[in-house]
């Protein structure tokens, strides 16, 4: 689009040289609130790997180096879309350049707010309840966004860092911005080629800061990956930048900490072409119909995905054929004679007509011959006619998965309705249905989900999105539009699995290490903790007063001044020591507690774990059930404390028995036992949103037949937690192992 070649040079072991705009060193790169990133850890992976001490300064760096190379082949391979022309007022070539600038601009700043020690510190940035924290409302105010809005929700479940690098840009790198636009605006641009409008080549139209306050907002919606809820063009292809920047599947951001924690700890992880990657970017129409009506029946062909906009549901008459994918929660079906069906995998289903029980499919049933009637519970009938190849009908069950297989059925008795619950399944209906299908919702979040189909879709519509351009002549409202989102290229297709295993590989081993969880998760919250107590016993407030975003110009927040912290409330501690150390009660706990957490942070002699990965956890609680594991998952902050005295945010992931906890549950063995949960790992990639381009058409991950080990064991981080523990002397590890599994067993079977 554009260059400026005035240019300073940051060498990266990662990425090798990285030139940056002076204009954008100036104003941003050389202030004392980025040059803050300089001390703050990128990971907290140094107690396992010693090299891995990069930092959120090169980090941010890196991104802003992939972004560059993102946004420049996004456009390259974008421009010759029939939707092009965005803007009517002829102002396409400022909109792409400026929206490139701000991009860049969001690439640099992403961090900036980021917290000590890599995440470990962020849970201080928020106090109180969601509408009630100071940081909530300013930034809300500054986006001007409002708390019953859906704008609003969406934001507050961004990461509080991100949070704070968005009020930051807004609040603290305003003028500097607005002196960058205006200084482009200065500088000029070379021919442009290619774009269809000649009587810009001459002399293009300025990049000010005219628009300076709406530019920062959308600055701050890149960082928080807070999408434009607006259905016109030039909102959507804003959405696509906000979604390369901190996108729910593939960013420049992932990207980069993928490639620099992998190097910079020197493990042997996937190698990954991510510039074959990032060439392949392009942008990709979406149809949006949310309560539609059709006034006639609507021919298409495409993938489509279920919104959560205003519902997280769709409901439609269909004429055709559709295949319904594997993890949709309900999938409601009524279908007509002589429709035909198959239903692979589902796990129970429920009989709509009048009794309403469940349907449960007989296990290892397999017939064969020309034509047999299976008879299932309550009196539903399907016919089963045999497999064109073999001649017969396998109704096979998993174990595993339980699961079951229907295949070549047919419905006998109409009409037939029935409900499938819990599947795991993919359902074919071919012939004239009326379908509702109900997105998956799990912790609050709802996933979702896509199915591919053909033929005719009639009646009012709920909510539906298909891919690509399937409006032809139908004019844009604000309940039928042309959305935008990322895609790839057909040659990315590998690289896409190897960036999912990648980046399941770091999540799965390397940060959820026993020693990295214990050292981020708990060690370096709890430690600062202590000494901000040790040093302010008198105030009110606790750690939680430091963490505001304008404590990261004047106090410089960072692991230094922790660290600090920390030395001095040391001092503290012996000189009450020197005195006796005599004091009774909160302050004598806090005392002893600093003491042996400040050993174990400078020494590395942590407490031990009694498992040390995932699957040595499966090995440990073999015994219990899922149902057990869940609800001792849910009783454990309930069980522990952190301390007393705490001034602390809610919802912690720790705690802690001490002496007098353990003593009360019969536990003999130790004098200390800490959970930590290494809750931060969570994270799954939702591939009905990666879309690949073919020639003529669009599909999303899921319909593409890539073989791709599923780590199964990812779901169980849901219940995940890790046991550290100080024995008593002369305790063997076999005798605190069987007290432990005793008093969990009881715990878990408790209520």
């Not at 965005?86 to 961090?111: E, G």
């Not at 190849?389 to 059925?409: Q, R, W």
Request: proline share 4%; aromatic share 12%; with cysteine.
């Amino acid at each position: 689009m554009f260059e400026i070649h005035d240019t300073k040079a940051f060498m990266d072991v990662v990425h090798g040289y990285i030139n940056i705009p002076k204009l954008f060193v100036e104003n941003i790169i050389d202030t004392k609130e980025f040059q803050r990133l300089h001390f703050v850890d990128q990971t907290g992976m140094r107690p396992v790997y010693p090299g891995a001490k990069h930092t959120r300064f090169i980090h941010s760096l890196g991104v802003y180096h992939l972004g560059l190379q993102a946004v420049d082949a996004l456009l390259d391979n974008f421009k010759e879309n029939v939707h092009w022309n965005i803007r009517s007022d002829n102002s396409l070539y400022v909109f792409w350049a400026k929206n490139k600038v701000l991009f860049l601009l969001a690439c640099l700043l992403h961090d900036v707010g980021h917290a000590p020690y890599s995440h470990s510190m962020e849970k201080f940035f928020v106090e109180g309840d969601d509408n009630k924290s100071i940081l909530y409302q300013t930034l809300s105010k500054a986006l001007g966004l409002f708390p019953s809005g859906s704008e609003y929700i969406a934001m507050i479940k961004a990461a509080p860092h991100e949070q704070v690098s968005a009020l930051m840009s807004i609040k603290i790198f305003h003028d500097a911005v607005g002196r960058i636009l205006d200084s482009l605006g200065e500088i000029g641009y070379p021919q442009i080629q290619g774009y269809g409008y000649s009587e810009y080549q001459q002399k293009p139209p300025r990049i000010d800061s005219s628009d300076l306050e709406e530019d920062l907002r959308f600055i701050a919606r890149m960082i928080l990956g807070l999408k434009y809820a607006d259905y016109r063009p030039e909102y959507q292809i804003r959405n696509c930048f906000i979604e390369l920047l901190n996108g729910k599947n593939f960013d420049v951001d992932k990207l980069d900490y993928i490639i620099r924690d992998t190097k910079m700890s020197g493990i042997s992880n996937i190698s990954l072409d991510v510039e074959r990657l990032i060439n392949s970017l392009t942008i990709v129409p979406i149809t949006n119909f949310r309560d539609f009506d059709f006034t006639e029946p609507f021919k298409a062909s495409s993938v489509f995905l279920l919104d959560v906009i205003p519902s997280n549901s769709a409901e439609f008459a269909l004429n055709g054929k559709i295949d319904v994918p594997l993890h949709l929660w309900e999938q409601e079906v009524a279908l007509e004679p002589d429709t035909r069906f198959s239903m692979y995998g589902f796990s129970r289903a429920q009989d709509m007509g009048k009794t309403g029980a469940e349907v449960q499919i007989s296990r290892h049933v397999k017939f064969s011959g020309d034509s047999h009637i299976m008879h299932l519970e309550n009196s539903v009938y399907v016919e089963l006619s045999p497999a064109p190849d073999t001649g017969d009908i396998m109704i096979s069950y998993s174990p595993k998965f339980e699961s079951y297989t229907f295949e070549n059925a047919q419905v006998l008795n109409n009409p037939f309705d029935f409900k499938i619950i819990r599947s795991g399944a993919i359902l074919t209906v071919e012939g004239p249905a009326k379908l509702k299908l109900t997105a998956l919702e799990e912790n609050g979040h709802t996933v979702l989900n896509s199915a591919h189909f053909s033929g005719e879709i009639s009646g009012h519509v709920k909510s539906l999105r298909m891919l690509d351009d399937q409006m032809g002549d139908m004019v844009p409202t604000p309940n039928a539009y042309i959305s935008f989102a990322l895609g790839f290229k057909k040659q990315a297709v590998n690289i896409i699995t190897n960036v999912m295993d990648a980046r399941d590989y770091l999540y799965l081993w390397i940060y959820a290490h026993h020693k990295v969880v214990y050292y981020a998760n708990y060690l370096v919250i709890e430690l600062p903790r202590l000494a901000y107590i040790l040093l302010h016993q008198q105030s009110a407030t606790g750690l939680e007063e430091l963490f505001q975003y304008n404590s990261f110009t004047a106090d410089c927040l960072d692991e230094p001044s922790l660290l600090a912290l920390i030395r001095e409330a040391n001092k503290e501690h012996c000189r009450w020591k020197t005195k006796g150390g005599k004091s009774e009660g909160k302050e004598q706990k806090i005392h002893q507690r600093f003491e042996i957490l400040y050993e174990e942070f400078f020494s590395r002699r942590y407490k031990k774990s009694v498992y040390k990965s995932l699957a040595e956890y499966d090995l440990f609680f073999h015994d219990f059930t899922t149902e057990e594991k869940i609800k001792l998952r849910q009783l454990l902050p309930k069980e522990t404390s952190i301390d007393p005295t705490a001034r602390y945010v809610s919802d912690p992931k720790y705690g802690t028995w001490d002496q007098d906890m353990l003593e009360k549950n019969q536990i003999t063995t130790l004098e200390w036992l800490v959970w930590v949960d290494p809750s931060y790992n969570r994270k799954m990639l939702d591939m009905s949103k990666v879309y690949i381009c073919f020639q003529q058409d669009v599909l999303n991950v899921e319909r593409i037949p890539i073989i791709r080990k599923e780590h199964g064991d990812i779901q169980n981080f849901m219940n995940y937690f890790y046991l550290y523990y100080r024995p008593k002397q002369s305790v063997k590890p076999s005798d605190v192992e069987r007290e432990l599994k005793a008093y969990l067993s009881k715990l878990a079977k408790s209520i």
